[in-house]
């Protein structure tokens, strides 16, 4: 739909029943945030918070909290933005089809950025005046969750060599000057990054600007991985139906669309402490130094609306994201990597740590005894591509072998797999690499460690259906979860896992395949999401990996025995989030006697 304001989205949500509106005052410190989460685990519709506490503005959440609402928004032009971004990877189809694809052309041309608006239609006003959602307890402050952060490349301005990126805010709490300075927290393979490091090095500082609101396509066009030579601007603009207007003001990009925007620099060298924060893993990311932004100017327009999320152990509101995404974009990374068929980054373990995939084992087809080759360059492809880059754990596995296999059947993937797994052979590490800034499981800030494991071939084992290990559970056939001591020290850690394998060796576990340590097996085993959470995101792999009967030859690591994963929680470990229960006992009230008394939550 051509929305000309959010109000218009939510006007248009409502009319259809996907959206309720929230009368009651709320207190924009963990209420909000709780009432979001207790309506999104529900599956439940937008809400549009009419009356913050200490706030004059409104809010709105869930907007993109499931598919088909999402699809509806988008409904007018999903399908021709789908097909515009396979054009873009497949060029060659322009040609062989060019009257078929001459209105994707058209909707390419028409969704160019459009110079349009002025300052007059916006009015100024500080941070302190904006909605300041504090989601967690133990979060450092207030934080923007979906924010649109718009750069200019220094060396070669203009809107056509811009980034638009979703990177999160910290509005207050800390060291920052309430009204002066905001944090701003990126990650190191995002676009502002290549901005900042140009600025850095003329010396001069970056200008930011921050959108809140405005169309929900470009909120979108924010975290959208987009095939190269598609600028978010250009994508939002194709999907909103309606080009992104803007305008330049004092030197500042402003989007004319938007409800809200902040206005700023970043200056080199100028961090702050940032955090903690509750992130998408499940877990709070820690305070950190991150790049400070010295506000010119705050500016909202009348009767704005202002746009949030929650993130949180997954799933969460950004999973429908990443469907959404999955949905518009899914064929571009199969045509960009040779001989990938499918690739799941697993939301339940918090998206880069697991990632599960399916390609080709063409190589030397007149071998008899089949071995990992092409699937490992496959894998090399997929540990060098942008955000996927950052996974700690790939399961690739081959098409041929099961055509009906799936990486989004998880326990059947994982069954697969290790039906054909060999961990004397089909364990690749790679070592002192970078993982997410947000994964504390490594060995600092961006720093762990990778592992491929590739099975290829016919069946080469029957797993286990039953726990025949005192003290485990049986997860999935041949993944058993067991309990342990509370870890100490690595040193202990492997003490403690070299005696385990000892007594295991002498006991019979064939069928056994992986063997998940852990501080709560019962928590683990429960169900497929808290095995995948807790092993995944709890494990650095060259750190956290044992095996029965291990050995290491010509560098190559492997073992004769099953796996083992040390999952559970250490010294070193970003703490869990857990919900503030006084504030869930408020909002109880609500659901039973207030706005949301109907929905029966």
């Known amino acids: 739909m051509k929305y000309k304001s959010t109000i218009d989205c939510i006007n248009d949500l409502e009319k259809h029943g996907h959206l309720i509106r929230i009368k009651e005052e709320v207190d924009p410190n963990l209420e909000m945030a709780a009432i979001h989460l207790r309506v999104f685990e529900k599956g439940g519709p937008a809400l549009l918070f009419e009356n913050i506490k200490g706030c004059e503005f409104k809010a709105v959440s869930n907007l993109f909290g499931t598919l088909e609402r999402s699809q509806f928004i988008f409904r007018d032009n999903f ?7 396979a ?13 078929k694809n001459f209105s994707l052309g058209l909707l ?5 950025p459009k110079k349009r608006g002025n300052i007059s239609d916006f009015k100024e006003i500080s941070i302190d005046r904006l909605p300041l959602i504090k989601c967690w307890p133990d979060d450092g402050g207030a934080f923007i969750t979906l924010p649109q952060v718009y750069s200019e ?4 301005p203009g809107v056509m060599n811009s980034n638009l990126g979703m990177y999160r805010i910290q509005l207050n709490g800390n060291d920052y000057e309430i009204n002066k300075e905001v944090g701003l927290h990126y990650q190191i393979h995002r676009g502002i990054g290549v901005h900042q490091q140009k600025a850095n090095q003329l010396g001069k500082p970056l200008k930011v600007s921050i959108f809140i609101g405005g169309h929900p396509a470009h909120t979108l066009a924010a975290v959208m991985p987009l095939p190269e030579g598609i600028s978010e601007l250009t994508f939002g603009g194709a999907l909103a139906g309606k080009r992104f207007h803007y305008f330049y003001e004092e030197g500042y990009f402003i989007s004319a669309d938007a409800d809200f925007v902040i206005a700023g620099e970043i200056h080199p060298n100028d961090t702050k402490p940032e955090g903690p924060f509750g992130d998408h893993l499940g877990y709070y990311s820690l305070i950190h130094d991150f790049p400070v932004m010295k506000i010119h100017k705050v500016y909202a327009k009348k009767d704005a609306i202002w746009p949030f999320t929650v993130v949180g152990r997954p799933p969460q509101e950004d999973t429908q994201f990443g469907a959404l995404i999955h949905k518009l974009a899914g064929s571009a990374l199969r045509k960009e990597i040779p001989g990938l068929h499918e690739l799941n980054a697993v939301d339940a373990a918090g998206v880069h740590p697991l990632l599960l995939a399916i390609g080709s084992e063409r190589y030397t087809p007149y071998q008899k005894i089949k071995q990992p080759q092409e699937l490992l360059t496959i894998a090399n492809h997929i540990l060098g591509s942008g955000q996927l880059s950052l996974a700690k754990y790939l399961f690739i596995t081959n098409k041929e072998d099961n055509t009906n296999l799936s990486c989004d059947n998880i326990e059947v993937f994982f069954t697969h797999v290790l039906e054909r797994v060999d961990w004397n052979r089909d364990l690749h590490f790679h070592t002192n690499t970078t993982i997410d800034t947000l994964d504390y499981s ?18 080469k084992q029957n797993l286990i259906e039953n726990c025949r290990i005192e003290n485990g559970k049986l997860v999935l056939p041949g993944i058993i979860a067991l309990n342990m001591e509370a870890f100490t020290t690595y040193e202990n850690a492997a003490k403690e896992i070299n005696a385990l394998t000892e007594k295991l060796s002498t006991e019979k576990l064939s069928g056994t395949m992986l063997i998940v340590l852990t501080d709560d097996a019962d928590f683990t085993a429960k169900n497929l999401n ?13 750190k956290d990996i044992y095996g029965v009967d291990s050995f290491t030859e010509h560098k190559h690591w492997g073992c004769n025995g099953p796996l083992i994963i040390d999952a559970r929680s ?4 970003a703490p869990a989030l857990i919900k503030d229960w006084e504030i869930e006992k408020r909002v109880d009230q609500l659901f039973k006697n207030g706005s949301l008394s109907h929905l029966s939550y």
């Open 530 to 542: 808290n095995f995948l959470w807790t092993t995944f995101t709890r494990s650095n792999p060259a």
């Open 79 to 85: 399908e021709k933005v789908q097909q515009l971004i």
């Open 570 to 573: 250490k010294p070193h470990h």
């Open 87 to 99: 054009l873009k990877n497949n060029p060659i189809e322009a040609i062989k089809s060019p009257i």
């Open 108 to 112: 390419a041309q028409k969704a160019l």
């Open 442 to 459: 490594g060995t600092g800030i961006n720093q762990g460690s990778k592992v491929v494991i590739a099975a290829v071939g016919e069946k």
């Open 153 to 156: 490349d220094p060396n070669n």
